[in-house]
Structure formats: structure tokens, C-alpha cells
């Protein structure tokens, strides 16, 4: 059984979570990029959600399909609508489990909810995010463990805590970096 079976099982035998939820857990993994949270309640925003339930409808104007989404980022849940333009595009990836999505929040009958403009699978949503990296914060890092991965040019790498420059890295070199530096000390800016 994995994550996402268990927690659903968990929430239909006892109607909430026991476990970690696993967008909670995918968040922690990916902290070094800045998602929004539902609760911040920005009007644009990329987040990392997890689709719970999703209901497809046909529009009868038009003949095309839409659909009502039932999200959550692990710390609040929010209704979501994929409009037929973004339906006819993104509805394959309503199966998956936990997405990417940039989004608007609307409201719809005095209730928050998120107009999904795109849907991203996480790791192609972090791999173009890595590519358009503009900048690095790292902190708690000592220079020699990372020195290895520093170059003459590429993205700059400053220290958060010294707000001086630590160096540079290559693109192509910073998911290494990623993985050597514990994930709550370093953050992608683009």
C-alpha cells in the first residue's frame, strides 16, 4: 500500500488523516522552492496540491468539458475549478495524486476557490524551475562542503546569513547541490 492509499484509507475509515499527508511530506522534499499556501490567500499563485476528489462536468452551451477539484496543500482544502480551455489540456493529469498548478483565487458562491490556469507533474514543475533559477540562498552550509559544485560564473549562490556572495554554480550542477545541502537550508529564487 502506498501513501496515498493509506491516507485515503485513514480518511474514509475514520473521516480525517492520522499520517503525515503526503503533500506535506512532498512540500518538506521541495522546500528550497517558495509554493504558496491556500491560507495566504494571494491572488496568484503556484502551489503544490494534492487533488482529493474531481468531478467532470459538460458545459451545456458549448458541448465541452470542465471540472470541480477538491484541494488541499496539507495545512488547508479548497474547492478548484479547471476551466474547459485548461480541462481540454491538463485532464490527464487529474489522475495524478499531487500536482503542481498555477492558480487564481476566485471565489464561487462566497466560498474561496482556486481557478487553475496550468497543471505541472511535480518533477517536471521542479525541473523547469531549476533550469530558470536566477539566484541561490543557502544557510548553516560551510563553504568547503559545497566547493566542489562552485564554478567562475553561473547562478550566483549567496549566504542568507552573511548576505555575502558564496560563489557561483552551472545550472547542470544544482540538484547535486540540492542534495548535499538539507533541504530547509537553501532556496531557489527565479
Known amino acids: 500500500m502506498d501513501g496515498a492509499e493509506k491516507i485515503e484509507g485513514e480518511k474514509e475509515a475514520l473521516g480525517f488523516y492520522i499520517s503525515a499527508h503526503p503533500v506535506l511530506l512532498k512540500h518538506e522534499e521541495l522546500e528550497f522552492i ?12 503556484t502551489y503544490l496540491l494534492y487533488i482529493e476528489d474531481h468531478r467532470t462536468i ?3 452551451k458549448t458541448g465541452q468539458n470542465m471540472a470541480f477539484l477538491t484541494l488541499t496543500d496539507g495545512h488547508s482544502n479548497i474547492d478548484g475549478v ?3 480551455k485548461e480541462y481540454f489540456k491538463y485532464h490527464p493529469m487529474l489522475k495524478e495524486s499531487i500536482v503542481a ?10 466560498k474561496p476557490q482556486l481557478v487553475i490556469d496550468r497543471l505541472f507533474p511535480v518533477e517536471e514543475y521542479v525541473r ?12 548553516d552550509v560551510e563553504p568547503e562542503e559545497i ?11 549567496h549566504d542568507f546569513t ?6 557561483y554554480i552551472k545550472i547542470s550542477n ?7 545541502i538539507h533541504f530547509e537550508n537553501i532556496r531557489l529564487i527565479v
Open 34 to 45: 517558495p509554493f504558496s499556501l491556500i491560507h495566504h490567500k494571494r491572488k496568484y499563485g
Open 58 to 60: 459538460k458545459v451545456k
Open 82 to 84: 479547471l476551466f474547459a
Open 101 to 110: 498548478a498555477e492558480a487564481t483565487l476566485g471565489e464561487r458562491q462566497g
Open 174 to 180: 544544482i540538484e547535486t547541490l540540492i542534495s548535499k
Open 162 to 167: 552573511t548576505q555575502k556572495l558564496a560563489g
Open 147 to 157: 566547493s566542489e559544485l562552485l564554478a567562475d560564473s553561473g547562478v550566483p549562490i
Open 128 to 139: 523547469t524551475y531549476i533550469e530558470k533559477t536566477k539566484k541561490i540562498y543557502i544557510r
